[in-house]
């Protein structure tokens, strides 16, 4: 009996692996794909090129951004997201890209990254908008909250409620489990079970505590694993620097299918490309509509602030880190399109369950076993500090579905056992059921903001008027008030950006109260 019942489970998740992995091909490979692409190029043409011209500025607002009027700082925000940014898909999703899709997979991955810092942008910027307060002293805010307040669609914001809350409430929880079980299989032999119940353990008493706790530990937890992941890049890349432009040719020559040799086991430009978008998309999330909802916490003067902070994030998640994860990978030696192709001839599934341990395997060649060890470690707080972040998200949508007022204690419920079934699951079913739901929620995302652009663009040069006068002397501080704001196309609901309170934390009104409220 028991035998039966593990057969017909193994059937089902080998069914659903293969269902899930058709319908994520077919999103990604066609409307999804350029709908990412053609949002960032617009929102790109109608900000002048912000990414660029304003470059300086972001990594300015970064600078400052600890200053705050109460409530979660700019930089937390920014650390929250970043720890969902900066997990897996940096490490395990590079890795896996370049397993299927080649080298030139991380071409396509900059190109997302590029465009989307302008996505990141607009949507960050209208997540602070839309914002409302919430009792415990914060913000709450992000797709939902703008879908309902700003387009005055209750039914589709509650679609991207239910949807995200799935994702990083399920989907991705399982994905940064499973990340983390496999390494300390891999690495130190620890059955998956083990690691299940270890993930639980940790998890209980973080997600329980609120967010407050979620963002005070991202605030350490973010940037010490991206230094520590970065000195080890670093010594890789010095010891083969003399490797590196050969790295970089063989990123563009497989980008356009220039030289088959560099295809992945998936084969030519069409895999390059949809896996590259796959995975960046997974690993900046820029237009997912996931970061706005960290970037709405954030206490800010001026809602481009946050907007410029988090497409920074965009960039140091992509060009940077998953960059630097791709070239490890790449001059290691351990990875070779023949050898990846050879691999997935005898058994697909093993080549890409390889993928998990790649980057450490790869670190490992070059710097010696020891640092197998030491990448076991990153990959934990990586993913565990992911994980912390997507409960954020989940959270502040379940604001919106239940009331701020709520404690949400089946949704922290379902966040633990996530870990523990996720710990315990195949790589490739996680990843299939984290790409579909993904794929769907960005859609509704990138359409609304979309919609909303000339709020975002109307912030934006509100700030840039008040950057001119704050330059000439005029003013003393940049700081956004709705009231008679000639820049934007209309009144703005709600009080937060009102009066002489405008952006900082004061009590609820009436209005506020309920998150579901339009006007």
Request: proline share 3%.
């Amino acid at each position: 009996m028991l035998t039966s019942a593990l057969t017909l489970i193994t059937n089902f998740f080998q069914f659903a692996t293969e269902g899930l992995g058709t319908i994520s091909d077919h999103l990604y490979g066609g409307l999804l794909a350029w709908l990412l692409i053609a949002a960032g190029i617009w929102f790109t043409v109608r900000t002048r090129g912000l990414q660029f011209r304003l470059f300086g500025q972001m990594l300015r607002a970064i600078a400052g951004s600890r200053d705050d009027d109460g409530g979660i700082s700019s930089f937390q925000a920014f650390t929250i997201g970043l720890a969902s940014r900066v997990g897996t898909g940096n490490i395990v999703g590079v890795a896996l890209a370049i397993t299927l899709g080649g080298p030139g997979a991380v071409f396509w991955m900059w190109v997302v990254a590029l465009v989307g810092m302008a996505t990141g942008f607009i949507e960050a910027t209208l997540a602070q908008l839309y914002k409302i307060r919430h009792p415990e002293g914060t913000f709450r805010g992000g797709p939902a909250y703008y879908i309902s307040r700003g387009l005055g669609s209750k039914r589709w914001a509650s679609v991207f409620a239910v949807v995200i809350t799935f994702v990083f409430g399920f989907a991705y929880e399982a994905t940064q489990a499973n990340a983390i079980s496999k390494v300390m299989e891999g690495t130190f032999g620890v059955p998956t079970w083990g690691t299940a119940v270890a993930l639980v353990l940790l998890t209980m008493p973080v997600v329980f505590g609120g967010i407050s706790i979620v963002a005070r530990i991202a605030e350490w937890m973010a940037p010490l694993m991206a230094g520590l992941y970065a000195l080890l890049a670093v010594a890789v890349l010095v010891l083969n620097a003399d490797a590196i432009p050969a790295a970089m040719a063989s990123i563009v020559q497989g980008a356009f299918g220039v030289d088959q040799a560099f295809a992945g086991i998936a084969g030519g430009f069409a895999a390059a490309a949809l896996n590259g978008i796959k995975r960046g998309l997974f690993s900046n999330e820029a237009g997912e509509g996931s970061v706005p909802n960290a970037a709405a916490t954030a206490t800010v003067a001026h809602p481009v602030q946050q907007g410029f902070v988090q497409s920074l994030g965009v960039f140091v998640d992509t060009i940077v880190v998953c960059t630097a994860t791709a070239l490890i990978v790449l001059l290691s030696g351990v990875y070779t399109p023949e050898g990846a192709r050879a691999q997935a001839a005898v058994d697909p599934q093993v080549a890409k369950d390889a993928a998990s341990t790649l980057t450490s395997s790869s670190i490992g060649a070059v710097l010696g076993g020891w640092t197998e060890y030491l990448m076991a470690f990153v990959i934990f707080v990586f993913a565990y500090s992911s994980l912390l972040g997507n409960y954020t998200y989940a959270q502040v949508n379940m604001d919106f579905l239940r009331g701020v007022g709520h404690r949400h204690y089946a949704l922290r419920a379902m966040i633990v056992v996530a870990t523990g079934i996720g710990a315990m699951a195949s790589l490739t079913f996680v990843w299939n059921l984290s790409d579909v739901a993904m794929g769907l929620m960005a859609i509704i995302n990138i359409v609304s903001i979309v919609l909303l652009g000339n709020w975002a663009f109307g912030a934006l040069a509100d700030w840039e008027s008040q950057k001119r006068r704050l330059d000439a002397g005029e003013i003393s501080e940049i700081r956004f008030v709705v009231e008679d704001n000639p820049h934007l196309p209309g009144s703005l609901p709600g009080q937060v950006w009102s009066g002489a309170d405008a952006g900082r934390i004061t009590p609820l009104t009436d209005q506020e109260r309920d998150p579901h409220r339009v006007s």
